[in-house]
């Protein structure tokens, strides 16, 4: 994968070029079918993209092929915060009706961070323009559509190979578009990665891309890992010395904003010290929110 060292940084920047809340006006609700319509008029005629659209179960993807640079890069000014933990890794999955966390993650005791190479990433002008104007269509297209659940958006470099996928779940979107959601939480909802790959490169249908419905345990289980690298990473509030619990409160404040509770455990595997073990989801409720 690249750039997965400024990846936290992408994935908290991406939403910035999001349009102001407040825009959209009141149409009478389309179906998904109607919406992808509207979607593909709006873009084309106000910004002249030509976008594919397609539609896996309730799950709209949207991509974009285009010719200019996505990223700037810079060597990083001053030094970061003295962290108290250092994540190495983490990988969250569901498997066997179960959430499953793998992590590295050790105290920092004046050690840098493998993943600080002094250099920082941002998005070009070009790009946060299109991703303004991305935004905003889907806003104006699919914001009353009712049989839609996620919508994944995939801005493409042909000439370089590189892309940026972003996932929403709509009604998180909406949320945010009405000011019921406040920007930090949203950062964190909405998920973001970047890739690069020679497929890439010409592919102006999306031939590269395997669009599959999204399933609620595996956006929640990408949930639950970006959630851990901001908290180990960003957070002004820095986690606590029980690493276990601090992974446990990330996974039990996720599940309960989405009232999702169709899982039977979770389990922690420490890599570095080879321990694994299995929390049951009624252990969960007993934790406070992060």
């Keep these: ?18 349009v102001l809340p407040g825009c959209a006006t009141k149409e ?10 509207k979607f593909i008029e709006i873009v084309r005629e106000e910004f002249h993209y030509n976008p594919v659209v397609n539609t896996a179960g309730k799950t709209v993807w949207i991509y974009l092929p285009r010719e200019r640079e996505i990223f700037q890069f810079k060597a990083s000014q001053g030094q970061q915060t003295p962290r108290k933990f250092l994540l190495e890794y983490i990988d969250v999955y569901f498997e066997d009706n179960s959430f499953v966390l793998e992590y590295d ?3 920092a005791a004046g050690k840098k961070s493998s993943k600080n190479n002094g250099i920082t990433s941002s998005y070009s002008e070009a790009f946060g ?3 303004r104007n991305l935004m905003s269509a889907i806003m104006r297209a699919y914001f009353d559509v009712k049989d839609i659940n996620f919508i994944v958006s995939i801005s493409a470099d042909i000439k370089s190979g590189i892309e940026v996928i972003s996932t929403l779940y709509i009604e998180d979107f909406k949320k945010y578009q009405a000011s019921l959601l406040p920007p930090e939480e949203y950062f964190l909802r909405a998920l973001t990665d970047s890739k690069g790959s020679e497929k890439i ?3 102006t249908a999306g031939n590269h891309l395997a669009r599959e419905d999204i399933f609620w345990e ?5 949930q639950i890992a970006q959630r851990i690298n901001f908290k180990y990473q960003q957070s002004d509030f820095e986690p606590g010395e029980d690493t276990q619990k601090e992974l446990l409160r990330i996974v039990q404040q996720t599940v309960h904003i989405y009232n ?4 039977t455990s979770v389990r922690l595997y420490d890599l570095r010290s080879g321990v694994s073990q299995a929390y049951g989801r009624n252990q969960l409720q007993s934790l406070s929110p992060p």
């Design 28 to 37: 009478t609700a389309l179906t998904s079918s109607e919406a992808d319509r």
């Design 129 to 131: 323009e299109e991703n």
């Design 105 to 107: 993650i050790v105290p």
């Design 218 to 222: 595996d956006f929640i289980a990408r």
């Design 1 to 18: 994968m690249l750039f997965l060292k400024n990846s936290l940084f992408i994935a908290l920047t991406i939403f910035e070029f999001v």
């Design 201 to 203: 490169i010409n592919d």
């Design 260 to 263: 999702f509770s169709d899982f």
